[in-house]
């Protein structure tokens, strides 16, 4: 970014450079450039401490699903803190809100579905999932089925299992991972894969399901705990699975005996036009993780919702020896359940599906005409262009030109928070987001493309 124009910004950034270490970043390129200083935020716009207004795409991490600033929000998790601090969940105590908010998920998730583990974060919840499962078959007595199978370019989490589950060759390369006993199949990419193939998109979906049969049964369906997917691949580039993926899917886990984990912490609370992924993708999982949108932000919070029959064969091995200090924190319950009461006021899973989901789809759509996109897709409030140098040919442009990350910086300098995967550019903006906002994104995605156009085609 330009060199800063009040020294109030620069302070901090020295500050910053000094002693905060940020998450996913390259420290040294990030300090000689200086952060940007975010001072706050309102609605679905970002303010930063040079006073630009920043469209936010992404709803933070994928994360404030009703926007910035609610004070039912805050007032809520300020009257929770009053009453009662802390509690823990451990030792044979609960407290109102706890028990109110684990109802409150359980009610919205289908009929088989009705105990809620709480955690404080995504990579917690695919821990507590995956000890979950592997203890389950452990009291179905069949302790050979250890093996949890998912997917590449899968994000799981940050920690050593959730990067392990997720299938992210930089972050597996940096430290030994994955730990033993998980392996991944490739993901049901169309643009990256499928078209090539000389199939249609439903027989893509099949074909790519099916690797999923041949890896368990490759393993022994005897070895095999799990299968871990998200509906939509968030953090690996909008991957959306032709409709006939996921029954299929389903399927194959159904018919060996493997568990289905649902990671919904992208797509949950309606991201893809439906409460959960899938809903929208129609499967019916085990387990299902959740994050994220649960809160929106406002205080960290996740969960695990367990089957009945998981339910009742945990219970009937006693003590699960899993819990963390903040499982069921009051802030973070009485944060969820406010959360959920402006989602039913506000009826934003209705409005994704039937109006503001349309609106933007049609409209993000229309992005691809543009000389640089390849594919403009969307599904509910969840989208991605894929950057091309030639139209016709479909073909990338060099890894060198670096276009996904111009991209994303040319988005911020138009005004706009859009994420690069690679060369795939992604949004996931709030739901609450107005239609004149939309338009607005797509506007300046738009100037964006035009702006990086100009920098890497040949005049
Ligand atoms: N599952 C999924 C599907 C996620 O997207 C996690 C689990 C882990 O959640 P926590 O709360 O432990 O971070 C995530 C998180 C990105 C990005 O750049 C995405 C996530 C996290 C950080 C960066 O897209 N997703």
Not at 6 to 29: E, G, L, Y
Not at 41 to 66: K, P, R
Not at 156 to 161: A, D, E, I, P
Not at 396 to 413: H, K
Request: net charge negative; with cysteine; aromatic share 8%.
């Amino acid at each position: 970014m330009a060199g800063p124009a009040n020294t109030a910004t620069a302070n901090i950034q020295a500050v910053d450079a000094r002693h905060h270490w940020h998450p996913f970043s390259d420290m040294a390129a990030l300090n000689a450039a200086g952060s940007r200083v975010i001072v706050g935020a309102e609605g679905v716009s970002l303010t930063d401490s040079e006073g630009h207004q920043i469209l936010d795409g992404m709803s933070g991490l994928w994360n404030v699903a009703v926007g910035y600033g609610r004070r039912e929000i805050v007032d809520a998790v300020a009257e929770a803190l009053t009453t009662l601090s802390y509690t823990n969940t451990f030792f044979q105590c609960t407290h109102p809100l706890a028990a109110t908010y684990a109802q409150a998920i359980a009610e919205l998730l289908p009929a088989h579905l009705n105990r809620v583990f709480f955690t404080s974060s995504g990579s917690e919840a695919n821990d507590t999932a995956f000890r979950a499962a592997r203890t389950y078959w452990d009291l179905k007595g069949r302790p050979g089925k250890k093996r949890f199978i998912a997917r590449r370019n899968g994000y799981h989490g940050s920690t050593v299992l959730g990067a392990s589950l997720g299938g992210m060759a930089p972050m597996h390369a940096q430290s030994g991972l994955p730990i033993e006993g998980i392996s991944h199949i490739d993901q049901p990419y169309w643009f990256g894969d499928g078209r090539h193939l000389g199939m249609t998109p439903d027989e893509y979906g099949i074909f790519a399901a099916d690797r999923l049969a041949a890896e368990i049964d490759r393993l022994g369906a005897d070895t095999v705990a799990a299968f871990i997917g998200e509906p939509i691949q968030g953090a690996g580039g909008v991957v959306i699975p032709p409709d006939t993926y996921w029954p299929r899917i389903a399927e194959i886990c159904r018919s060996r005996d493997i568990l289905l984990i649902a990671d919904e912490v992208i797509c949950g609370f309606g991201r893809t036009g439906a409460m959960w992924g899938f809903e929208t993708f129609g499967f019916s999982p085990d387990i299902v993780t959740m994050a994220k949108a649960m809160t929106s932000g406002y205080v960290p919070c996740g969960g695990v919702a367990f089957s009945d029959d998981v339910a009742a064969t945990l219970e009937e091995g006693g003590e699960f020896f899993h819990g963390y200090t903040a499982s069921g924190h009051p802030a973070a319950c009485a944060a969820g359940l406010a959360n959920l009461a402006i989602f039913a006021r506000e009826r934003l899973v209705e409005r994704v599906a039937d109006d503001i989901g349309p609106y933007l789809a049609k409209r993000w759509a229309s992005l691809g005409d543009h000389p640089i996109v390849g594919e403009a897709r969307m599904r509910g409030l969840i989208g991605a262009l894929e950057l091309v140098r030639d139209k016709a040919a479909l073909a990338r442009f060099p890894g060198a030109a670096g276009a996904g990350t111009r991209c994303r910086d040319l988005a911020v300098a138009n005004g706009l928070v859009m994420r690069a995967v690679g060369d795939t550019m992604v949004i996931a903006p709030p739901l609450v987001i107005s239609h004149a906002a939309a338009d607005r994104l797509v506007a300046r995605a738009r100037a964006t493309l035009d702006a990086l156009a100009a920098e890497l085609l040949p005049a």
